[in-house]
Structure formats: structure tokens, C-alpha cells
């Protein structure tokens, strides 16, 4: 490729508006361009990268017997009706009509598409089996943002297993999460497998993959002595244990005058967070729902999702909560609310000699005894975990840490077999459901993760394996016939070893042809220049180290090819 002829359309300064160093970086070096908000055109040199990204990832499932397939993009909404997922997917799924007033999906994912292949299956002698597939998903985020980290149209590589029973699910499962820790080391990217909910796929055993970055819009949990990590969303800790005075015989209501928040109260009457009962109220399903918390504990809303398989979720209005309770937040509370379900945080058990809202603006309940006085019909873990709290399983600190999901994995077991009727018959000529995991990479979240942990002040680094090019030759003075020929008989022989290579053969000042090679982030950098020439050497820059050496002319191709062989293997 010769760069007088290619589209790579670099910019001076950096765009307005690109929050992550990622979606800085991919449109000032020419990566992309932005369509709507949420959808991106990939342009030549980001085509050369995600191309390099699916092919680890091709290889990888293929190494573990995986085939591929390509399914459509568009569903008919019989099939997400079968399996339940039609009202479960919401807004993000894009719903459309054809000319006869069929109605349609995007494929936001395909368990269901991939379970009516398997219907063909017939017989436990077929199994075990591996599907994967690169295809376009759809999902109507409602705040995409930074660039290719959170978008609306994307390539997904999701793979499924069919197996006859557990056993054979737990062998599908442990194939895949090898295959994918193999993957993101080649790719460069830093991943953690941690423990997160299953969310709208269902399922168990649901592991993300997540690459910690500043750009990243979910909060993981690790431990700092053990591998416990997890999601925000899944994780938990052991909090210290709380020792109560005994309480009074029933709650007694005080004056809180101006109190409107868990501060507050601290604030104008000494109550500590520790002793309050936070008291929420949410609409689950259109069922007004009472969630209680420890004041000085945050509400992790996909675990009150989980917790109750609610559809659809959203805190109560004001005027719902006035309507049923009597008062607004700040006075909430649940003692003596029979009509309504009311679900608590584990912290809360046993808890006596509480505060919390009497229902009535401006008043509240001392010395609660949550059991005694409220006797919630639900228990369960609600709360955020928090920095430097215990490790459930070892009682270390944990860490807490932004990052990005790159992958995510999960065994599905019968959960899409059943009701789209995929079985075979076992051994003992028996009809079972077949047994299903399934698997996800974002293919452009991948590239982005890349260029959010691979990159300096001057410009993206990729990987060797990744970069668009792995050399570009640099003509450093395109007017002199001797820089024009050595340049170009080394880019051929760079081709002729098998090296990707680019010659930059504008014509324009070296300064800018220096700035667009650091900025794209090819690997190496070889100059050809008069000064050089006159020592009968060229200039070679690694651009990860920003190490230079002057290489003699004869040697420079197959010293440099070398490198990247040894560089490309590892």
C-alpha cells in the first residue's frame, strides 16, 4: 500500500467531544467516522485492524473445534415470543414491520436463531457441538458514548455449545473460558474474568471479562490477596460485625423538621448512617415495591432485578409514593406497611434500635427493630460493595476498579432448549433438551480496549499482530531519485519477506509524515533520508520505545522482518 493512494484522513487537533483516549485517538488518526450518534463507519485502516482481531479470535475458536456459521440479522418476534425474551428485551431491542405487518427484530443477540438450528440435531452421538458466528448486533443504548465502547450497531463473535448434560456443558464452558484468556493476551488487552449477573440472557455461572480502563462504565471489584474479582452488579463483602442496645418495646416517633436526606439526619441529630433505615421505593413490573437498605449503603438496582426477575424497573414518582405511603423522601419508612412488598438488604437482619421515616413529612421512628417492626417478606444482597471493605472469601481489602466488558460467558442450560424445542434422544433413547452455554466478544469494543491500553501523548501503539501495518517506509526526501529508489526497493523486499507493509511516498515534509506514523501507531518506522543514505544506512524507530538505530541499507529488510516474525509469534 503506497499512502499517496490510501484513505487515512488524520487530523491536526483533537475532535470535540471524544471523552475516552480511544475515541480521541481512532478519529484523529483516521480509524472512523462518526454517522449518528451510536454508529460509527470504520475506515481502511480500522477495517486492517478489526480484520487481525477476528482472525486471533477465529483461530482460537477453531482450536477449541468450534464451527462457523452466519445467521441473520433479522428475527421474526415468533421466536423471541417462544422464548420468552419479546417483552424481556425492552427498548433496546429495535422493533420494525415488513410490507405484510410482520414484525420483526435486530438481532440483539442469537441464542434463539442458533436453538432453531439445533432443532436439526436428533441423537446424543452429535454432541457435543460448537457454534460460532461474526455478526452484526443492534441495541437502542440509550446513552451511547466513547466511541466504540458503548455503540448501537456492532460485530459481535458469539459463540454457543450444545451438550447432552451438565457434565458436558462444564467441559463446552472451561474450553471456551480458556480459549477466551488466550485471546485477549494476544490481543494485548489486560482482561479479568470476574463474576456478574446473567441479566436478560438468564442463565448461570455468568463470567465478564472486563479490561480496566478510565473510559469504562462499569465498576469491578477485586480483591488485593485473592482472585476473588466481580461486577458492581454481582459482587459482595463481609462487613464488620454490629453489636445493638437493646431497643424499646415498640418505635417512638420525633420532630424532624427540614430533614430530607440519610446527611441530614446525621447533621441535625446525630444519627449515623449505620443506624438508619434507607427506605426506597421502586415501580417492579408496575408492583410499588418497598427496598430497604442500611442508610449508609447504595442500592445496586440489577440486584434488585435479579433478586426478583422484574421486566421492567424504575424508582416510584413522587406522586405514586405520596399516594401510597403518606409523605415524600426523606420520611419514608416501612413499619407497619402491610400492602405493599417490601424487600431488605441482608445488612439489615437483626438490626435493633434503628431510625427510620414515619411516613409523615418531617417525623421519624426511633428504636426500630427491623424483624420485630417491619418483617420484611424478602431478604436478600442489595447493597454496593465499597472500596476497602472484606473479601467474602479471604477478608482482605478490596480494590475497586472502572473498566470496560470485552467479553462475557454463561451457561444457559435449558433455558432456550426447552421452549424452542431442541432435543435429541440420550443413550437410553430417552427425548432430553440439549444442554446450551453461550459466549460473546465485541469485536470494535475489542479494538477500542486495544487503543485505550495501547497508546502515548504522540498517538495509538498497537501490537505488532494488530497494527494496520507492521512497517511503514518513510521516503523522507520524495524529490531525491536515490531516497526514491531505496525506499522503494525496500518496501518490496519488506512485502517479499512477508512483512505488511505501507511506503509513505507523499509529497510532504518529513515532520508531517513522522507525526501521521506515530499517530497511527504502526510499530515500525524506517526513514530514508539523504543524510542517511550518505552512510549508506536507514533509519529504523521502534514506535512502542521510541528506540532508534541506524541499520545498514543491505540489512535492514531482513533485520527488521525478523523482528516482527519474533514480535508477531509471542
Given at each position: ?74 428475527h421474526p418476534a415468533e421466536i423471541w ?330 451457561k444457559l442450560g435449558h433455558k432456550y ?154
Amino acid at each position: 500500500m503506497r499512502w499517496s493512494q490510501m484513505y487515512a484522513p488524520t487530523l491536526r487537533e483533537d475532535p470535540a467531544g471524544a471523552d475516552a483516549a480511544s475515541h480521541r485517538l481512532l478519529l484523529r488518526a483516521g480509524f472512523m467516522r462518526q454517522l449518528m450518534a451510536g454508529h460509527y463507519s470504520l475506515l481502511p485502516l480500522a477495517v486492517r485492524v478489526r480484520s487481525k482481531i477476528m482472525n486471533i479470535i477465529r483461530e482460537e475458536m477453531d482450536g477449541i473445534g468450534a464451527q462457523e456459521f452466519l445467521l441473520p440479522t433479522m428475527h421474526p418476534a415468533e421466536i423471541w415470543h417462544r422464548s420468552g425474551r419479546w417483552d424481556v428485551m425492552g427498548q433496546e431491542m429495535f422493533r420494525l414491520e415488513d410490507r405484510k405487518g410482520a414484525s420483526i427484530a435486530l438481532g440483539v443477540t442469537h441464542e434463539e436463531i442458533f436453538t432453531t438450528i439445533a432443532q436439526e440435531l436428533n441423537s446424543y452421538r452429535q454432541l457435543p457441538q460448537m457454534w460460532y458466528q461474526f455478526q452484526t448486533k443492534f441495541r437502542d443504548e440509550p446513552r451511547p458514548k466513547s466511541g466504540l465502547i458503548r455503540v448501537r450497531e456492532f460485530t459481535m463473535k458469539d459463540s454457543y455449545s450444545f451438550d447432552l448434560d451438565e457434565a458436558g456443558l462444564d467441559r463446552s464452558y472451561q474450553l471456551h473460558r480458556n480459549a477466551y484468556l488466550r485471546i485477549f493476551a494476544r490481543l494485548g488487552i489486560p482482561a479479568i474474568p470476574v463474576h456478574a449477573s446473567n441479566g436478560t440472557m438468564g442463565g448461570s455461572d455468568s463470567v465478564e471479562f472486563m479490561c480496566p480502563s478510565p473510559a469504562g462504565e462499569d465498576d469491578v471489584v477485586t480483591c488485593t490477596s485473592c482472585e476473588y474479582a466481580a461486577n458492581i452488579e454481582k459482587a459482595e463483602s463481609a462487613l464488620p460485625a454490629v453489636t445493638d442496645e437493646d431497643g424499646a418495646a415498640q418505635p417512638t416517633a420525633f420532630d424532624t423538621p427540614g430533614v430530607r436526606t440519610i446527611e441530614d439526619l446525621h447533621e441535625k441529630f446525630g444519627v449515623s448512617g449505620e443506624r438508619q433505615v434507607k427506605t426506597l421505593v421502586y415501580m417492579l413490573d408496575e408492583q410499588l415495591t418497598v427496598v430497604l437498605l442500611r442508610g449508609d449503603h447504595s442500592l445496586v438496582e440489577q440486584k434488585l432485578t435479579d433478586a426478583t426477575g422484574a421486566v421492567s424497573i424504575r424508582p416510584a414518582h413522587p406522586e405514586e409514593i405520596r399516594e401510597a405511603l403518606g409523605a415524600l423522601p426523606g420520611s419514608l419508612g416501612a413499619v407497619g406497611i402491610t400492602d405493599l412488598p417490601v424487600i431488605a438488604d441482608l445488612s439489615l437482619r437483626g438490626r435493633r434500635a434503628m431510625v427510620t421515616g414515619a411516613n409523615k413529612d418531617g417525623v421519624h421512628l426511633e428504636g426500630v427493630d427491623v424483624e420485630r417492626d417491619i418483617a420484611p417478606q424478602r431478604w436478600t444482597d442489595l447493597r454496593a460493595v465499597t472500596a476497602g471493605e472484606a473479601c467474602p472469601q479471604c477478608g482482605s481489602g478490596l480494590a475497586l476498579h472502572r473498566a470496560v466488558e470485552v467479553g462475557h460467558i454463561f451457561k444457559l442450560g435449558h433455558k432456550y432448549s426447552k421452549p424452542l424445542d431442541a432435543y435429541v434422544l440420550d443413550p437410553e433413547g430417552r427425548r432430553v433438551p440439549v444442554t446450551m452455554a453461550s459466549f460473546g466478544i465485541g469485536v470494535e469494543r475489542a479494538l477500542a480496549c486495544v487503543a485505550e491500553t495501547h497508546h502515548d501523548e504522540n498517538g495509538l501503539t498497537w501490537p505488532v499482530n494488530l497494527a494496520p501495518f507492521e512497517a511503514t517506509v518513510i521516503v523522507a526526501q520524495p524529490k531525491d531519485e536515490e531516497c526514491v529508489r531505496v525506499g522503494e526497493e525496500l518496501y518490496q523486499s519488506l512485502r517479499r519477506s512477508g512483512v505488511d507493509a505501507v511506503i509513505d511516498d507523499r509529497d510532504e515534509r518529513p515532520g508531517s509524515k513522522f507525526r501521521d506514523a506515530e499517530l497511527t501507531g504502526i510499530p515500525y518506522r524506517l526513514v530514508v533520508g539523504t543524510r542517511g543514505l550518505a552512510q549508506g544506512t536507514v533509519e529504523v524507530t521502534i514506535r512502542a520505545t521510541g528506540e532508534t538505530v541506524h541499520v545498514p541499507v543491505a540489512e535492514v529488510a531482513a533485520q527488521v522482518s525478523e523482528q516482527i516474525r519474533a514480535a508477531v509469534a509471542v
